[in-house]
């Protein structure tokens, strides 16, 4: 399976996305609130045909208090979507955040933006855990 401890999965395949319902709502139950609500969507551009033939890889997810819904394509919806360049992100995604390498995430921030609709502030605080732990499965 893909979440055994060891496995990387390929970033946006139909198993880093299994992983990644999986680790969101582990993380949702743990440390949402009733009556928040926030929801999210992914875009990555010029994304390998294996990913998405279109070359637009997307992903997104819903949290609704201690519940979450999540799902590969894109939602319009969403109360912030990103938008960023497949081959670009994915050192990025690999890269397990701490204050250690923050002068490292700016550096490639700065050189590689990624475009952000909505308000990035609503992003709930626990959802670092999110990228971290997906992080350490991603190949």
Same mark, same amino acid.
């Given at each position: 399976?893909?979440?055994e401890?060891?496995?990387?999965?390929?970033?946006?395949?139909?198993?880093?996305?299994?992983?990644?319902?999986?680790?969101?709502?582990?993380?949702?139950?743990?440390?949402?609130?009733?009556?928040?609500?926030?929801?999210?969507?992914?875009?990555?551009?010029?994304?390998? $045909?294996?990913?998405?033939? =279109?070359?637009?890889?997307?992903w997104?997810? /819903? %949290?609704? !208090?201690?519940?979450?819904?999540?799902?590969?394509?894109e939602?319009?919806?969403?109360?912030?979507?990103?938008?960023?360049?497949?081959?670009?992100?994915?050192?990025?995604?690999?890269?397990?955040?701490?204050?250690?390498? $923050?002068?490292l995430?700016? =550096?490639?921030?700065?050189?590689?933006?990624? /475009? %952000?609709? !909505?308000?990035?502030?609503?992003v709930?605080?626990?959802?670092?855990?999110?990228?971290?732990?997906?992080?350490?499965?991603?190949a």
């Open positions: 399976m893909a979440s401890p060891g496995n990387k999965v390929g970033f946006l395949s139909e198993e880093w996305l299994e992983v990644a319902r999986d680790v969101l709502n582990e993380i949702v139950t743990r440390h949402g609130k009733p009556g928040d609500y926030f929801s999210l969507c992914e875009r990555f551009t010029d994304a390998p $045909a294996s990913i998405a033939p =279109s070359g637009l890889a997307s997104h997810f /819903r %949290i609704n !208090g201690t519940s979450v819904q999540a799902d590969s394509g939602i319009n919806d969403a109360d912030v979507t990103i938008t960023t360049d497949y081959q670009a992100i994915l050192p990025m995604a690999r890269l397990v955040y701490s204050p250690d390498n $923050a002068d995430r700016k =550096s490639h921030a700065d050189k590689h933006p990624s /475009r %952000i609709d !909505g308000d990035i502030s609503k709930p605080p626990y959802l670092g855990e999110l990228h971290n732990r997906l992080a350490v499965v991603t």
